[in-house]
């Protein structure tokens, strides 16, 4: 077909005729709307440009974690999804919670079930020692539905990075305690104090005369004056 009649054809579809491939022999032209094409080009790289952009954030759990502190924390978990950002699910057994894994395992599908709307796993929840972990992502945009927030709500993600940062100082605590919850607290014997040291007798100082000398002295001093020796 001639570039004339492909014009005349792409004008009677209210399109555009595009040249894709200039250097080919004939050269490969497509008739299109330019202006969709570029707004789907556009698009697509922006859509790439937040790919390339994505974190990988964490969120820590524990066994038996009290309601209101586990909507905090998938109140966090969603806005990292809704951020574009990859999402780490941490759930830590301590002490004799490691009898029942199962109710880690529970809780991990919970969490799934819960942020269904922002994300799906890439990783589905694998146990490794006293710990449980999976990986999620979020969806596409158009496909996001908020469950924690408003569909519409904007979040200041600076204020997350202070809380990760409260979150790992109290997991420091809890390793060096290595306490657990509920558990008694057992109080500390005191240390027998140290037995007092018996009190030193004073020391008595002796000074050593020499006898003879004292004898020579006193036969000295018994003589008549005359006879000593000046």
């Not at 698009?43 to 964490?58: G, I, L, N, Y």
């Not at 880690?104 to 972990?133: C, F, N, W, Y």
Request: hydrophobic fraction near 30%; charged fraction near 35%.
């Amino acid at each position: 077909m001639s570039s004339y009649d492909a014009l005349q054809l792409a004008r009677q579809k209210g399109l555009d005729l595009v040249e894709i491939a200039g250097n080919a022999q004939p050269p490969v032209c497509k008739i299109i709307d330019f202006g969709k094409w570029k707004y789907e080009q556009a698009k697509h790289e922006k859509e790439k440009h937040k790919a390339k952009a994505s974190k990988v954030k964490e969120v820590k759990l524990r066994v038996g974690i009290d309601p209101h502190d586990y909507k905090i924390k998938l109140t966090r978990a969603e806005d990292f999804l809704t951020h574009n950002d990859k999402l780490r699910v941490v759930l830590q057994f301590r002490g004799r919670q490691m009898a029942h894994p199962e109710i880690g395992m529970q809780l991990m599908h919970k969490v799934i079930e819960d942020l269904k709307g922002s994300g799906h796993p890439d990783m589905m929840p694998r146990q490794a020692g006293k710990m449980i972990t999976m990986a999620m992502s979020p969806h596409p945009t158009h496909q996001r539905v908020r469950k924690f927030r408003a569909q519409d709500a904007v979040v200041d993600m600076s204020q997350h990075d202070d809380e990760d940062e409260h979150d790992e100082d109290e997991d420091e605590d809890d390793d060096q305690h290595g306490e657990e919850p509920g558990a008694e607290q057992t109080e500390k014997e005191p240390k027998p104090e140290p037995a007092e040291k018996p009190a030193e007798k004073p020391v008595t100082k002796v000074k050593v005369f020499d006898i003879e000398a004292l004898d020579a002295d006193k036969s000295l001093s018994s003589r008549p004056a005359s006879s000593r020796v000046h």
